[in-house]
């Protein structure tokens, strides 16, 4: 049973243009979600992170947007550069409990930016 | 600073086999985690440990997997009596906890093991 669903396995855009990653979640008890990039051969590296007392959070280029009656995040690269391919995993937790160490994931979404 | 390191990073073995696989967290985490990553998937949690101790271990799959950090900085997963299924990367991470909030956990590259 996925908790944190990346339904799109791989998203292909244009330089220079938007990126938008999508991420769902079933568990209610969430607060606290975060975006990983992984380059093959690497471990996933922190991008960015979004509490669930806020709707919005931006860190340069990248910016997440979280929609908490949907039960949505998608995060958005403006502009997309060719050195942003690489697969981007959603993950979820449950901070303001006992296990807010504990992350779960989605399955990622396969970026691919064309020069 | 050096970032969190697991060697080795290709692990091929036979099945029914018993492998060892180590971390080491960047200096000053007192949180390191385990995470397992099967092909197609994300990252599934295994273990947490918290200074020495085990805090949760909820996430290994049976009880041919063990982990322990004896000095509360590396960490060795070990897999007995190896099967097919065990086959995948394997992630350890590591965080610092402040104010009894947990970090952004840093992932070292893994180790990819293959059982034959």
């Known amino acids: 049973d996925q908790q944190v669903k990346q339904n799109s396995p791989s998203l292909s855009v244009q330089e220079g243009r938007i990126s938008i990653l999508n991420c769902d979640y079933t568990n209610s008890m969430f607060d606290y979600f975060l975006w990983y990039k992984k380059y093959p051969a690497e471990g996933p590296t922190f991008l960015i992170s979004?509490?669930?007392?806020?709707d919005k959070n931006e860190d340069g280029r990248f910016t997440v947007f979280l929609n908490k009656s949907a039960k949505h995040l998608s995060l958005h690269i403006v502009p997309s550069q060719p050195g942003d391919s690489a697969v981007y995993f959603c993950?979820?937790?449950?901070?303001?409990?006992?296990?807010?160490?504990?992350?779960?994931f989605g399955k990622g979404t396969l970026l691919t930016v064309n020069p | 600073g050096a970032g969190v390191s697991q060697t080795p990073s290709n692990k091929v073995t036979e099945k029914g086999k018993y492998v060892e696989l180590r971390c080491d967290p960047i200096s000053g985490h007192t949180a390191l985690y385990w995470y397992r990553q099967s092909l197609g998937q994300g990252p599934e949690f295994l273990i947490y440990f918290q200074g020495t101790g085990a805090a949760d271990d909820s996430g290994l799959p049976n009880d041919r997997f063990f982990a322990v950090r004896p000095e509360g900085s590396v960490s060795t997963l070990k897999i007995q009596r190896t099967e097919r299924g065990d086959s995948a990367v394997y992630l350890c991470?590591?965080?610092?906890?402040?104010?009894?909030?947990?970090?952004?956990?840093?992932f070292g590259p893994g180790t990819r093991l293959t059982v034959l």
């Open positions: 979004i509490s669930s007392i806020k």
């Open positions: 991470a590591s965080s610092l906890k402040r104010g009894g909030s947990y970090n952004e956990q840093f």
């Open positions: 993950a979820a937790s449950v901070r303001s409990g006992g296990s807010n160490y504990k992350l779960t």
